[in-house]
Nanobody, 113 residues
């Protein structure tokens, strides 16, 4: 049973923007901190950003000033707005719910000219 459904990835040129979305069931969304992770080829999965139930946010240094995480409690959806994208942002991005440890299926983001 799919608990987290991601959308919004794709191919974008350097300097461009994308917005990722992750829709969760109400039970999961209301009881977890929601986060975005990414994994590039040959690299470990790493945290990109997270947002608590109360709206407190946390960002990896790589995304500070460029990425914004937000959550829509009415839609049970968490967003990751990514601006000024760089080729090194290319990765599979995963939605996560913590502490229940649910993961989305992953969505590809490719930054290339």
């Amino acid at each position: 049973q799919v608990q987290l459904v991601e959308s919004g990835g794709g191919l974008v040129q350097p300097g461009g923007s994308l917005r990722l979305s992750c829709r969760a069931s109400g039970r999961i969304f209301n009881s977890n901190t929601m986060g975005w992770y990414r994994q590039a080829p040959g690299q470990q999965r790493e945290l990109v950003a997270s947002i608590s139930r109360g709206g407190s946010t946390n960002y990896a240094d790589s995304g500070k000033g460029r990425f914004t995480i937000s959550r829509d409690n009415a839609e049970n959806t968490v967003y990751l707005q990514m601006n000024s994208l760089k080729p090194e942002d290319t990765a599979v991005y995963y939605c996560n719910a913590w502490p229940d440890n649910h993961w989305g299926q992953g969505i590809q983001v490719t930054v290339s000219s």
